[in-house]
């Protein structure tokens, strides 16, 4: 006697589901596979464990342990295992790539070889294709990233344009925006290192700190603006909110204090602990030497 009555359709051996247009159309010895939508699971013959839902969803897969929610979603994984994808097209072009999680649409569209990458986001890590163990948490993360590895983006838009950097941290929307080559970077703000392109090894803690950094190594800015103008700069320290804000290219500067070293722009090894101390340094040198 059944608990339901008509039986429920679509149940296979090896707990096998199947439902809409040849879905598991070539299953043999694959097991506990529910495949449902058009062709999902299609030239699934071996593999086994796989959840797909969704038009095309797995269409070609014979890996273990993938599940993908969505149209097109692990359209093209071959061999990839323990993926999953929640989103239209999510992972569409994963072949071999394992342990993928892509939530959102368009999230890790690309990846074709890729292991260990976590994109949760509208088009998160979309362009990544080889990369791994990247984290990618909000719209457009690391979109443009190809290659970089071990990169880490919490925010809209952190991250983007990265290519080929690695072992960078931004968190916070636009945070290391334009970053492509950079590497060892961290970022812990809104628009933090937002124009950094190539500079390595810096640390940018509140909103727009070392904003302007392009190339500029081995800096350290905690509060708010702080070496906001910094573009070439390198191993400079400023702690407190606008220190060192009007640095460019100056060099080996230390500024601890609320505007401490706040005019200096190109001036090399000084010092500053204080509220606003040193704030116009340059400008009074300026003074003594025309006098």
């Keep these: 006697m059944r608990a339901v009555s008509p039986p429920p359709e679509g149940c296979y051996p090896n707990f096998t589901t199947a439902e809409k247009c040849d879905a598991l159309n070539v299953l043999t010895t694959g097991a506990g596979n529910p495949g449902v939508g058009w062709h999902s699971l299609f030239l699934d013959s071996t593999g086994s464990f796989n959840t797909a839902l969704g038009a095309g969803a797995l269409i070609i897969n014979n890996g273990d342990s993938n599940t993908a929610t969505g149209a097109g979603a692990l359209l093209l994984n071959s061999a990839g295992i323990e993926n999953t994808a929640n989103g239209a097209d999510a992972l569409v072009y994963n072949d071999t790539g394992r342990f993928n999680t892509a939530v959102g649409a368009f999230a890790l569209f690309s990846n074709t070889l890729g292991s260990g990458n976590t994109a949760v986001g ?102 708010a603006n702080a070496l906001l103008s910094n573009t070439a700069g390198s191993d400079n320290t400023a702690s407190g909110d606008g220190a060192l804000f009007g640095n460019t290219t100056g060099g080996a500067n230390t500024a601890i204090g609320q505007n401490a070293l706040f005019i200096n722009t190109i001036g090399i090894g000084n010092t500053a602990v204080g509220i606003a101390t040193l704030f116009s340094k340059q400008y009074r040198q300026l003074q003594h030497r025309s006098r």
Aim: hydrophobic residues 40%; aromatic residues 8%; glycine residues 14%.
């Design 122 to 223: 509208d088009g998160a890590l979309k362009f990544n294709t080889i990369a791994v163990g990247n984290t990618a948490i909000g719209d457009g993360t690391l979109f443009f990233n190809t290659a970089g590895f071990e990169n880490t983006a919490m925010g809209s838009s952190a991250l983007a344009t990265n290519t080929i950097g690695i072992n960078n941290t931004a968190v916070g929307s636009a945070a290391l925006l334009f970053n492509t080559e950079g590497s060892f970077n961290t970022a812990i703000g809104l628009e933090t290192l937002y124009s950094n392109t190539t500079g390595t090894s810096n640390t940018a803690l509140g909103l727009d700190a070392l904003y302007s950094n392009t190339v500029g190594e081995a800096n350290t800015a905690t509060g």
